[in-house]
């Protein structure tokens, strides 16, 4: 039963990371093959028709080079979410793109934004944030290998490269140490260590005065 239980875990844990990067595929094959953009249906900040961009914009890419090398990281990330933070997975990656595209929305310049890069970053920006503020071993362990991977993401929060959605990579941050916090009593969260009393403890009352048992509770016994 305990192997059928981790087999089906095992299976979860793969399963929304290769649905989306499979989708995300499967999505440039259509615009390339029957001739499609869809650019237009990014983030365009500020406007009402633009607005569908904060659900849509994580599926469009511009190139084949955009997709590849978003990919990687996406599915690095998300098995990261779903095998560490399964009970919030689900929340982190619907509210968090959603807010992420939204604050992309808000305050990013007049252009189509497109791409799955506001996602990376709100993964990244969660994965690492949790894994420092729950000061867990195993997750610290996964933030530090995170930041050695992924560490060179953090300049393109800034605007040093022309054609690139920096606002989306900012807003992802963002947003993924908002959740790190909210959620940091969910997901592994580091156990106190209860020791039990001992005869010595038994001395003692609750104010720490020493208090030794009576003769006669003894005899009692």
């Known amino acids: 039963m305990k192997d059928a239980n981790n087999l089906q875990f095992s299976k979860s844990v793969f399963l929304i990371p290769t649905i989306y990067i499979v989708s995300i595929w499967v999505i440039y094959w259509v615009e390339i093959t029957f001739g499609y953009n869809f650019n237009k ?3 365009f900040p500020r406007d009402l028709v633009g607005f569908r961009g904060v659900f849509l914009t994580h599926f469009i890419h511009s190139d084949a080079n955009h997709v590849f090398n978003n990919s990687i990281p ?3 990330l ?6 560490f933070y399964k009970d919030v997975a689900y929340k982190v990656l619907l509210f968090g793109g959603f807010l992420t595209g939204f604050i992309t929305w808000l305050i990013a310049r007049e252009s189509f934004h497109i791409g799955a890069s506001g996602i990376v970053y709100l993964l990244f920006s969660f994965v690492f944030f949790s894994g420092i503020i729950k000061k867990h071993y195993r997750l610290v362990a996964l933030s530090l290998i995170i930041i050695f991977l992924y560490g060179s993401m953090i300049w393109y929060v800034l605007p040093i490269k022309d054609g690139m959605s920096w606002e989306g990579h900012l ?4 947003t993924g140490f908002f959740f790190a916090f909210i959620k940091r009593k969910k997901g592994i969260v580091k156990k106190e260590h209860q020791f039990s009393k001992t005869e010595f403890d038994l001395l003692f009352d609750e104010k720490g005065n020493f208090s030794p048992p009576k003769i006669e509770d003894e005899l009692q016994e």
């Open 41 to 43: 249906f990014g983030v």
């Open 74 to 76: 996406l599915f690095v």
């Open 78 to 83: 998300l098995v990261s979410l779903f095998y």
């Open 171 to 174: 807003s992802g941050l963002v």
